[in-house]
Structures are given as C-alpha cells and as structure tokens.
C-alpha cells in the first residue's frame, strides 16, 4: 500500500509553514517525496525553516503577507514565478486572540476573522488557476483547511472570535468542496486538538498548565507531529482521492 501515501511528483504549498503545525505538515510533504513551498509573514523565519527542512527534500521559502487580499494575489504572482502547477494547497496561516468578555476589542474580532476565514477564501481564488493546471480525475488536487476542534466544541478559552473563524473554514470548505468536485479538486479540512505551536506554548510549556490540560482529553496526551503529518499525507496522497467535504477532527477524543 505505500504506492497509495507517496507525493513524488507532486507540488505542495503550506501557508504559515514556518512553523506550529505548518511545519510538521511541510516536512511530512518532504519526506513522502513532495516539492514544498512554504511561506510566512516574516521572510527570515520562513528561510531560516526551509533551509532546515532541505534536508528532507526540496523547500522554498516565499514571503507572504496575508492580512489582505493583495496579499494573496502577491502570494501566486510569486509562486508562479517558481512553478506552473499546484497540485496541494494547505490553507494553515492564523491567529488567535483572547480577552474577557466585556473587553474583547473588534480589533481582535477583525484580525481573527481576517487571517483564519478571508484570507484562506482569498488564497484558493488566486490559487485556483494553478490548481486547476494539475487537476485529473485519477488525481485530483488538493486544498486541506486547517480548521480547529473550537469549531466544533464549545471550549472557548475567551478567544471569541477563534471558534467561529474556524467553523466558518469548515463551512466554506464544505461548500467549496461541492462547488469544486467537477473540476477534480478535493476539499478537505483538518480539525486540530492540541498540538505544539507557538500559540499553545503556554500551556505546553507549563507542566501543571499542561496536565491540566490533558485531563480534558480522553486520551490524556496532545498529539504528536507525525500524527499531524500522517493525516495530511493520506489526505494529499492518492489514498484521499476519494475524499472531499470532510472535516476530519485529531484531537485524542476531545470532542467526545
């Protein structure tokens, strides 16, 4: 069966690689024979990964502001400049804010909103083209969401506008999904527990913070970055070719 989780050939960007998750999913790509590109926000961190990652196969560092829709389109003007085809797009840039209730800032609410919900809508519009490119019925493209288990649960932290950001992600790829199937295109999202990443170093790096954490979990443990990576594997490799509008939750059980 390895026929059926292998990349070779295949072309793959990770936003928000640099890092967290994005990471893990970009080097997972590598090692099953994936070219990857990766980009962030800050040009030096998304170099400084993907001359890491190297060793595991060939990565591209791209610089990409996607805080605005300008953003995106500078974001394929540049990929386009590398490659002429995309056959695995993770849309895994975001961000997160928490304050109390009665002084949650719009600010917070619109920057959320705008990293994790328009600017993944923004990316697959000016991404299409390529993606279309290496679409085929046997193998079809690939565009895996990462969504959240805070878009399923009700396990809100105070991070108010980081639940609904992320059902809206699965909702719109539900609808993509759909909109996209006749042009060989799957949709896909997966919907993290807790993993290691920049916005959980808090908790991850505080061993009371942390056990306290897993009790919520039924399998009293966060996930491990090869299991993040297996499951983006399986879903950009031919064994996900029939899949498409699944939101696929890892999270040890939480959502039970």
Same mark, same amino acid.
């Given at each position: 069966?390895?026929?059926?989780?292998?990349?070779?050939?295949?072309?793959?960007?990770?936003? #928000?690689?640099?890092?967290?998750?994005?990471?893990?999913?970009?080097?997972?790509?590598?090692?099953?024979?994936?070219?990857?590109?990766?980009?962030?926000?800050?040009?030096?961190?998304?170099?400084?990964?993907?001359?890491?990652?190297?060793?595991?196969?060939?990565?591209?560092?791209?610089?990409?502001?996607?805080?605005?829709?300008?953003?995106?389109?500078?974001?394929?003007?540049?990929?386009?400049?590398?490659?002429?085809?995309?056959?695995?797009?993770?849309?895994?840039?975001?961000?997160?804010? #928490?304050? %109390?209730?009665?002084?949650?800032?719009?600010?917070?609410?619109?920057?959320?909103?705008?990293?994790?919900?328009?600017?993944?809508?923004?990316?697959?519009?000016?991404?299409?083209?390529?993606?279309?490119?290496?679409?085929?019925?046997?193998? %079809?493209?690939?565009?895996?969401?990462?969504?959240?288990?805070?878009?399923?649960?009700?396990?809100?932290?105070?991070?108010?506008?980081?639940?609904?950001?992320?059902?809206?992600?699965?909702?719109?790829?539900?609808?993509?999904?759909?909109?996209?199937?006749?042009?060989?295109?799957?949709?896909?999202?997966?919907?993290?527990?807790?993993?290691?990443?920049?916005?959980?170093?808090?908790?991850?790096?505080?061993?009371?913070?942390?056990?306290?954490?897993?009790?919520?979990?039924?399998?009293?443990?966060?996930?491990?970055?090869?299991?993040?990576?297996?499951?983006?594997?399986?879903?950009?490799?031919?064994? #996900?070719?029939?899949?498409?509008?699944?939101?696929?939750?890892?999270? #040890?059980?939480?959502?039970?």
């Amino acid at each position: 069966m390895q026929q059926y989780f292998g990349l070779t050939g295949r072309t793959a960007l990770v936003t #928000g690689g640099s890092r967290g998750i994005g990471k893990m999913i970009a080097q997972g790509f590598l090692e099953a024979g994936a070219k990857v590109f990766i980009c962030s926000r800050k040009a030096d961190e998304c170099t400084a990964t993907a001359a890491e990652l190297n060793q595991y196969g060939e990565c591209i560092a791209l610089c990409a502001d996607l805080s605005s829709e300008e953003g995106a389109r500078q974001l394929a003007a540049n990929l386009l400049n590398h490659t002429d085809r995309l056959d695995i797009l993770v849309n895994n840039a975001g961000t997160s804010w #928490g304050a %109390p209730l009665a002084e949650f800032p719009v600010k917070g609410w619109e920057k959320v909103m705008q990293l994790n919900v328009t600017s993944v809508f923004s990316c697959i519009q000016q991404l299409l083209p390529l993606m279309r490119r290496s679409a085929s019925a046997t193998n %079809p493209s690939r565009i895996i969401n990462i969504g959240s288990v805070a878009g399923i649960s009700a396990f809100g932290e105070q991070a108010y506008s980081y639940g609904p950001s992320k059902a809206a992600v699965h909702q719109l790829s539900r609808m993509l999904a759909k909109e996209l199937v006749s042009e060989h295109i799957n949709v896909n999202v997966i919907a993290p527990g807790r993993f290691p990443s920049k916005m959980t170093s808090h908790i991850h790096n505080d061993p009371e913070a942390l056990a306290e954490d897993c009790a919520h979990i039924p399998m009293k443990r966060w996930g491990r970055e090869e299991e993040m990576a297996a499951l983006a594997i399986m879903l950009a490799s031919t064994a #996900g070719a029939y899949m498409t509008g699944n939101i696929i939750p890892i999270d #040890g059980g939480f959502t039970l």
